[in-house]
């Protein structure tokens, strides 16, 4: 995912599109609609991962808790749109955006539930809307010119239900089409509807330059989109369904410590949002040296673990002196786990301390400066520039999304980039305020010299 919009969505009543860059910091007074935006990512991973019978899952134990869509829907409006964008591969040195608008609506028949209403899909300069109706029938409106009554199941895959042909249905003129691309009658690489896919209306119409073909182009290659609409959301939203199970959320209320935690065969391949496996996934470490260097080398302490008689203690060992977790204050103990979620979102596969460990490629952290002194705040701010580096310079595609109050935080960042540490095009901040209790959302950013540009006099005072 790289681009996000949310439309009366909790306070939001537009959000436009929000570009998620490797580090990505939402800032706002309480109240303004940072962390309904963030926990959007969340939302969406546990909807993903469940049987359910709308879109979306508000609720669930141990996951974020929106209520339901009447709670969740701007007050006083009838629909939430959530928008989304992401790159398919068109070929090895190619992408092309494809851009998602879905219309989630109160579901009149069923009192309680939700459903999709609407998608609108853009690519390659090409405009696709489905209307879902009643009796499982959708229209479907191709480039506004071709319109087809379609079948939708009640099964709902992620985020879509899946669309199907009444009867076998058969692109006009399709035959002559693979005829006229062939070469002297032999084989043609465009032998199925799919092996369009990624060719513009453009493209479509140079491979027919200086061929014999009968019929209309833009209705052919109208149809031909028709004919892979239905594979082709498939494959977008099995590409979304890996992306959002490789979320890893930490929310702002982490786990109290605690002298003994006791022994549970909790997940150990990412730390839990409130950080409660914490204890059992560095007792799970196979090898912590690697993870205390980073914290010997940047915050002089080293993190241990003691298991016994079926529990485990954790230690503090600061100048070789250990100290139970507990006693250090609650500072280490929030900190810790937006450490581990960092190393591990960092290391690669070869060198995971879990041989099946699950990857993040998105990282969200709200608040990660709770309990912690402006210096180790602004620390903390160096630990997130360093992933967000290892991001550009390895050339992946993930991303950090960071919510965040304190100022020291972002003095690190802007400090970073006038240091040359990371470059101003790959951090965005947004800036959330209210007004009559709508939020408004202004994009911002750092300047060369590290301070932040388009932004209110006194905002952090």
Same mark, same amino acid.
């Given at each position: ?380 701010? +160096? ?56 939020? +408004? ?21």
């Amino acid at each position: 995912m790289d681009k996000i919009r949310l439309i009366n969505f909790r306070n939001i009543k537009d959000s436009g599109e929000i570009e998620l860059k490797p580090l990505t910091i939402l800032v706002g007074k309480n109240g303004s609609g940072k962390s309904s935006f963030l926990r959007l990512f969340p939302l969406l991973q546990q909807s993903f991962l469940s049987a359910k019978k709308g879109p979306l899952l508000w609720y669930r134990d141990k996951g974020v808790d929106f209520g339901d869509f009447s709670t969740t829907v701007r007050k006083g409006c009838e629909e939430i749109k959530i928008g989304f964008s992401v790159n398919c591969n068109k070929n090895v040195d190619q992408t092309y955006e494809v851009k998602f608008l879905i219309t989630i609506v109160s579901d009149k028949q069923e009192d309680g539930y939700d459903r999709i209403g609407h998608v609108q899909l853009s690519f390659l300069g090409n405009e696709i809307s489905i209307t879902y109706g009643e009796n499982n029938e959708a229209l479907v409106i191709v480039n506004n010119t071709l319109n087809y009554k379609m079948q939708y199941s009640d099964i709902t895959y992620n985020l879509f239900p899946y669309l199907t042909f009444e009867r076998e249905y058969k692109v006009p003129g399709f035959s002559e089409l693979r005829n006229c691309l062939s070469d002297k009658g032999n084989y043609s690489r465009y032998y199925d509807y799919s092996d369009f896919l990624g060719i513009s209306f453009n493209e479509f119409q140079n491979l027919l330059t200086d061929k014999e073909y009968g019929y209309n182009v833009i209705n052919t290659y109208n149809s031909i989109l028709l004919g892979y609409l239905s594979d082709f959301i498939m494959s977008v939203s099995m590409r979304l369904s890996y992306e959002i199970q490789s979320i890893t959320y930490l929310g702002p209320f982490r786990e109290a410590p605690q002298r003994y935690y006791r022994r549970q065969n909790l997940a150990t391949s990412q730390i839990n949002m409130d950080g409660s496996n914490m204890a059992a996934f560095v007792n799970a470490m196979k090898d912590k040296s690697k993870f205390n260097s980073r914290l010997s080398d940047k915050y002089k302490i080293k993190l241990e673990s003691e298991s016994h008689f079926g529990q485990i203690s954790l230690f503090i060992n600061k100048h070789g002196k250990r100290t139970n977790i507990i006693d250090t204050g609650f500072g280490y103990s929030q900190l810790m786990p937006v450490l581990l979620a960092l190393y591990m979102f960092d290391v690669t596969k070869s060198d995971s301390p879990f041989p099946f460990s699950d990857k993040a490629d998105l990282l969200c952290v709200e608040q990660p400066e709770l309990h912690l002194h402006p210096a180790m705040q602004y620390t903390l701010g +160096e630990s997130f520039v360093d992933s967000a580096s290892q991001i550009v310079n390895g050339r992946s595609y993930k991303k950090i999304l960071l919510e965040t109050h304190s100022k020291s935080i972002l003095d690190a960042i802007g400090n970073a980039v006038a240091e040359n540490k990371i470059n101003v095009d790959d951090v965005a901040v947004y800036l959330f305020e209210t007004n009559n209790g709508i939020a +408004e959302i202004t994009k911002s950013s750092f300047n060369d010299d590290g301070y932040l540009t388009n932004w209110p006099l006194g905002f952090l005072d």
